[in-house]
């Protein structure tokens, strides 16, 4: 059975609150789980005490049997200090595309250009 540490989500429409479960994967997101880790409330300011509840310890002892925990879950149990920050990057996806390199170099030529020419100037007078 592989297991997974996730967010099972509660509330009504609109007013969303999770739950942080151990469940098996195959189970359904808001479905059976094997026990209640803790619990987050995105509705709450960043800085509140009740936006996160999580049981530290017990999160421990699950990943040790083997529990794999979602993305947002990762990154919760990073905050508290338990695992490594995930490092995710798509250094393609922030470089700008070919016309837009293009533009650049263009206006780079263009400012280049407009720096030597008043210096020319000053020294022809001179």
Do not use: C
């Not at 509660?10 to 151990?22: D, L």
């Not at 189970?27 to 709450?44: A, T, V």
């Not at 920050?85 to 407009?114: H, I």
Request: charged share 35%; proline share 7%.
């Amino acid at each position: 059975m592989s297991l997974k540490i996730r967010m099972a989500r509660g509330g009504t429409k609109k007013r969303p609150h999770y739950s942080i479960v151990v469940a098996d994967s195959h189970s359904p997101r808001d479905g059976r789980f094997i026990q209640k880790i803790g619990y987050h409330n995105p509705l709450l300011p960043k800085d509140h005490a009740d936006r996160l509840k999580l049981d530290v310890d017990v999160a421990k002892e699950w990943l040790k049997k083997g529990a794999r925990p979602s993305d947002r879950v990762h990154r919760f149990l990073a905050e508290a200090g338990v695992l490594q920050p995930l490092k995710k990057s798509n250094p393609e996806k922030a470089k700008p595309k070919k016309k837009a390199q293009e533009r650049a170099a263009a206006a780079a030529k263009a400012a280049a250009d407009a720096a030597q020419a008043p210096a020319a100037e000053g020294e022809a007078q001179a």
